[in-house]
């Protein structure tokens, strides 16, 4: 079964940046994507990409300021995440896309504030 194990969340100053690292444990998922989910909230999707990283979606609340990049050679999916604001506070998921597997990994707590 895919397993999930993101890391790199942290408390960052607004303006700060931040990498997230997911780690994919099983046969290589075509489509990628993360997604944060604050309480009270739906998860929501933030970025997405194939396998080679040749397309990339993100939404537009963090678009200019996130980039999603992979190492397939070492399965990882990488969030770069720049200018962080107070509203990007979240714990963040990554999973397959379009279809999420329902064994989502624990999340990495993001937490921007002065």
């Known amino acids: 079964q895919v397993q999930f194990v993101e890391s790199g969340g942290d408390l960052v100053q607004p303006g700060g940046s931040l990498r997230l690292s997911c780690v994919v444990s099983?046969?290589?998922?075509?489509?990628m994507a993360w997604f944060r989910q604050t309480p009270g909230k739906e998860r929501e999707r933030v970025a997405s990409?194939?396998?080679?990283?040749?397309?990339?979606w993100y939404a537009e609340s963090v678009k200019g300021r996130f980039t999603i990049s992979r190492d397939n050679a070492k399965n990882t999916v990488y969030l770069a995440m720049d200018s962080l604001k107070p509203e990007d506070t979240a714990v963040y998921y990554c999973?397959?896309?379009?279809?999420?597997?329902?064994?989502w990994g624990e999340g990495t707590q993001v937490t921007v504030s002065s």
């Open positions: 990409t194939n396998y080679v990283g040749d397309v990339t």
């Open positions: 999973n397959e896309f379009p279809d999420p597997s329902d064994a």
């Open positions: 099983g046969r290589p998922r075509y489509f």
